[in-house]
């Protein structure tokens, strides 16, 4: 339990002993509701809302969700499984296109790249593919994203990509940036993880993969500030060593760090190997250090 006196970070927001009653207050009060309007209600009551005035209710669910797994609360039970747009679509293998894309990137003529996350039919379209031929498969996203499509001129997917939450901690980054904790805490909404980056098996075009990397990131901090209120400083992405060697990045210009080590952030007795990845950065801003607070 919470002290009075002490606090934590969850989701990006500070709680206290008065915030953790408050939502016991609320579950013991009203034992009927779904954890959807229990979210709801606390959203509404603590006015937490982002940059354009929008309340954070998927934020207050993750909250609701990581203070249960703290043992902190206990939430009624789900009533529905998870969406398929969590659980991850798929579409029948048939009705994908199989004929190749080869050739130059200028024989593939012009391509559209659109920011689709409010597009529910482009949306959809995007996840099935990620959950298809991604190898991290795909569950949804939450909290702020975006998500681009690229496509050719007949309409046909090539590939997408995602851009979520950064990672709350990563060494090589942190040291990287120069700033303190309490600024990372502040200030991490200003980065962003590219977490998915996929071309379609059946597209196989030499630099179409650093060209679209380029032609994301010279839209993706007004994107954000478009949806969010607020631009984006820095642009994170972690490359799987064993399975990538990173190229289509470092043809983008990212900024190799270094490499994680190779350990979970559930890892707490140091035992569980995961595997290494290679740390890339991309500014967006010249003076992104000074903005992030180091």
Known sequence: ??????????????????????????LAAHPDWSRR??????CAAWDWRNSVGQLKDMATRSLLLKLEASGLIQLPARRR???????????????????????????????????????????????????EFHYLGHRGT????????????????LGGLLFGSAAWKCR????????????????????????R???????????LASWILGRVLRRLSQDWES???HPIVLVETFVERERFAGTSY??????RLGATTGRSRQDRAHTLAVPVKDVYLYPLRRHFRQELGA
Not at 176 to 192: D, N
């Open 1 to 26: 339990m919470l002290g009075m006196s002490e606090t934590r970070v969850v989701q990006g927001r500070r709680l206290g002993a008065e915030e953790v009653t408050q939502i016991r207050d609320l």
């Open 37 to 42: 309007r229990l979210s709801e209600v606390l």
């Open 81 to 131: 499984k998870a969406s398929n747009r969590m659980a991850g679509p798929r579409l029948p293998p048939q009705l994908w296109d199989p004929t190749p894309v080869t050739g130059t990137l200028a024989q593939l003529g012009p391509l559209a790249v659109q920011e689709v996350s409010c597009d529910e039919a482009a949306r959809r379209e995007l996840a099935a593919a990620l959950a």
């Open 142 to 157: 939450v909290g702020e994203n975006l998500q681009y499509r690229v496509r050719n001129a007949r309409g046909r997917l």
């Open 172 to 195: 090589a980054r942190d040291e990287f940036i120069g700033w303190s904790a309490e600024q990372r805490k502040q200030l991490l909404h200003l980065l962003t993880n590219n977490s």
């Open 197 to 207: 980056f996929l071309i379609l098996p059946f597209v196989q075009v030499p630099h």
């Open 227 to 229: 949806k969010y209120g």
């Open 250 to 255: 470092q043809a983008a210009n990212w900024i």
